[in-house]
């Protein structure tokens, strides 16, 4: 017992808490909110298990990776259920979770995922993070688009404050956003206080049959893989040992611990979950520079989920879009920079573009494609470069 707390106390002392790690707690807000809002109240998923998952993977992060190692949902799964309503269940969400973390599970323990991820080279892996840099600066443009007044204001706030260390962008993005959201939507609060009390999540395993695993793995569970080998495990180790040399991580470290979470969550009626690299990117963009902006953040949620329920899913749609779609758009520019696409070799430039463009589109065919013409232009079956 002496020795788990001591461990755990090291844990604490390796992060910080200071005001930039609660002001960079909040970067990710762009992709968690519109997600969650989708699986509560679209899907009709268990706010307070869903949420309590979330918590607990964010804490768990924290204090094992001591960087801002981001837990996101997984998002081909989470469009995927909410576009194809009617025919995905709950449990179907749960069954794809599963299916996601035995699979990375067995290939982190096995190697398997080392043996992968090396084929890619670094102008492939440099174009995968510029491709989702994009996506996520489009993405943030596309939902500003929609709210221009509110979006303006946020666009210029976090401009410019984000220089700054005395007043961190992030507080007054929160500020604006929860001001315009009451102004707009002044009964929803009323929601929210309506909610206070003790409520613990309903177990989801109990729920699940062999055919919502069967459905979940084929409908939801596939078509993730290569996405998130793509986003959630090369990109984000690349983007991890990039920032924080320090602090150096492997594939094989976050596969193993995106099978074990997807394994966890089920159990508390959470949906499947991820390590995505461009949720470090608006970590570290409002100010994270450890694993103490995620024990924040899961320790915020989790006090939320259990004492105010589905209050917190209602509080979410406070939040205005204007703002959410700054905070995405400035963590695209984070990503963008951390890529230092720049530094790929004039004649490799070629490739980084091709794979640019099709993460933009698909992360798993960007690494497919990617690793298929640097082989082939290596081995001289091909010429990507004029003169060669």
């Known amino acids: 017992m002496a020795r788990k707390a001591e461990t755990l106390l090291r844990h604490l002392r390796g992060n910080s808490y200071d005001r930039m790690e609660w002001a960079g707690a909040f970067g990710d807000l762009g992709t968690l909110v519109p997600f969650v809002l989708a699986y509560a109240t679209v899907l009709r998923v268990d706010p307070v298990g869903l949420l309590f998952a979330f918590a607990l993977a964010k804490i768990v992060a924290g204090l094992c990776y001591r960087t801002p190692i981001p837990i996101q949902p997984m998002k081909a799964v989470g469009i995927a259920s909410t576009m194809q309503l009617g025919s995905v269940t709950p449990a179907m969400?749960?069954?794809?979770?599963?299916?996601?973390?035995?699979?990375?599970?067995?290939?982190?323990?096995?190697?398997?995922?080392?043996?992968?991820?090396?084929?890619?080279?670094?102008?492939?892996?440099?174009?995968?993070?510029?491709?989702?840099?994009?996506?996520?600066?489009?993405?943030?443009?596309?939902?500003?688009?929609?709210?221009?007044?509110?979006?303006?204001?946020?666009?210029?706030?976090?401009l410019l404050l984000l220089p700054s260390r005395r007043v961190p962008a992030m507080?007054?993005?929160?500020?604006?956003?929860?001001?315009?959201?009451?102004?707009?939507?002044?009964?929803?609060?009323?929601?929210?206080?309506?909610?206070?009390?003790?409520?613990?999540?309903?177990?989801?395993?109990?729920r699940l049959h062999l055919t919502d695993f069967v459905s979940g793995t084929f409908l939801l569970g596939l078509p993730q893989l290569p996405l998130t080998l793509g986003n959630a495990i090369i990109a984000i180790v690349a983007e991890n040992n990039e920032l924080f040399p320090h602090r150096p991580i492997t594939v094989r470290k976050v596969a193993v611990s995106t099978g074990m979470i997807n394994l966890a969550a089920p159990l508390f009626g959470g949906v499947p979950m991820?390590?995505?690299?461009?949720?470090?990117?608006?970590?570290?963009?409002?100010?994270?520079?450890?694993?103490?902006?995620?024990?924040?953040?899961?320790?915020?949620?989790?006090?939320?989920?259990?004492?105010?329920?589905?209050?917190?899913?209602?509080?979410?749609?406070?939040?205005?879009?204007?703002?959410?779609?700054?905070?995405?758009?400035?963590?695209?520019?984070?990503?963008?920079?951390?890529?230092?696409?720049?530094?790929?070799?004039?004649?490799?430039?070629?490739?980084?573009?091709?794979?640019?463009?099709?993460?933009?589109?698909?992360?798993?065919?960007?690494?497919?494609?990617?690793?298929?013409?640097?082989?082939?232009?290596?081995?001289?079956?091909?010429?990507?470069?004029p003169g060669c």
Do not use: Y
Request: proline content about 4%; aromatic content about 8%; glycine content about 14%.
């Open 274 to 385: 991820c390590h995505g690299a461009g949720g470090m990117a608006g970590h570290v963009r409002f100010g994270a520079r450890t694993g103490g902006a995620l024990v924040i953040l899961g320790g915020l949620l989790l006090a939320a989920t259990l004492f105010f329920g589905e209050g917190v899913t209602v509080a979410f749609r406070l939040f205005p879009g204007g703002v959410l779609g700054a905070i995405l758009f400035f963590s695209g520019l984070e990503l963008a920079a951390t890529s230092k696409v720049w530094e790929v070799a004039p004649g490799d430039f070629p490739l980084a573009a091709i794979t640019t463009a099709l993460a933009m589109w698909n992360m798993g065919a960007a690494f497919l494609v990617g690793v298929i013409l640097w082989h082939a232009s290596n081995r001289r079956w091909i010429c990507l470069t």
């Open 171 to 206: 507080f007054v993005l929160l500020i604006l956003g929860l001001a315009v959201g009451l102004a707009r939507h002044p009964s929803l609060a009323a929601q929210v206080t309506q909610s206070i009390g003790l409520r613990l999540p309903h177990l989801g395993i109990p």
């Open 93 to 158: 969400v749960w069954g794809a979770g599963l299916f996601t973390g035995l699979t990375w599970l067995v290939l982190g323990l096995t190697n398997t995922v080392d043996r992968v991820a090396a084929l890619a080279r670094p102008p492939v892996v440099r174009g995968m993070v510029v491709g989702l840099a994009l996506t996520f600066m489009r993405e943030g443009l596309s939902t500003m688009r929609a709210d221009p007044v509110v979006a303006v204001a946020a666009f210029l706030a976090a």
